[in-house]
């Protein structure tokens, strides 16, 4: 399983924030956060010991500390990543779509397909950051809610443009409606994944998209497939 890497700088980074992401991806930094997530995935957060992860990624464990302070640095990091890219890649269906002069809601509906595809590619990563929301005793908790709005805010963006071109009303409720939607995505994806993995990506996403139509766009009839 390949999980996103680091995009922006922080503690333990080796790098000043904001510096350039290609310069936080290196092979080595790769192999730690894959193995972090996969046995966090498997044994838990507490469970999991840096010595495993040295151990899975085929490194010593000061290559470990070298990178990253401590392990709740390294799942800091690896948490904010993560999510940036998932923002990243919101942004840039939601962009494409507009772009080839799509209205906001068909934006709107690339995004849904876009959070599919990313979360296919990094289940684990995604079942983690859900746990993670519900949990208030982390050291990295402000993390969180900074990257959790990152994403939220690419969702209002395309919503408040939606409202002032009169494609959605004007009384909705951007924030909860972003936060609604985001949560469909990430709750539907990993539904998919742990219980009906039969089905395919187009699947779910006419699912989704029909419920986008109905419910946020107003629309009676499903999407074409």
Not at 154 to 183: C, K, Q, W, Y
Request: hydrophobic share 45%; charged share 20%.
């Amino acid at each position: 399983m390949s999980v996103p890497q680091v995009s922006q700088g922080g503690a333990g980074d080796g790098t000043a924030p904001g510096a350039s992401p290609g310069a936080r991806r290196t092979p080595t930094r790769r192999r730690l956060f894959d193995a972090a997530v996969t046995l966090i995935a498997e044994q838990g957060f507490s469970a999991t010991t840096v010595d495993e992860i040295a151990d899975r990624a085929g490194v010593a464990k000061g290559t470990v500390y070298y990178n990253f302070a401590s392990k709740n640095v390294l799942y800091e990091e690896l948490l904010r990543d993560g999510i940036d890219l998932l923002a990243d890649s919101l942004r840039q269906a939601a962009d494409s779509t507009t772009a080839r002069g799509g209205t906001r809601i068909d934006a709107l509906d690339a995004m849904i397909r876009a959070g599919l595809d990313f979360i296919a590619c990094s289940p684990a990563l995604i079942q983690l950051y859900v746990a993670e929301l519900w949990r208030t005793n982390r050291t990295w908790r402000a993390t969180l809610t900074s990257v959790r709005g990152r994403a939220q805010s690419v969702v209002e963006a395309v919503l408040r443009e939606a409202v002032e071109a009169g494609e959605l009303s004007g009384e909705l409720d951007i924030p909860l409606t972003a936060s609604a939607l985001l949560g469909m995505v990430l709750v539907a994806a990993l539904d998919w994944q742990s219980f009906q993995p039969d089905r395919s990506v187009e699947e779910v996403h006419a699912a989704l998209s029909r419920l986008l139509q109905g419910r946020v766009g107003g629309g009676g009839q499903a999407p074409p497939a």
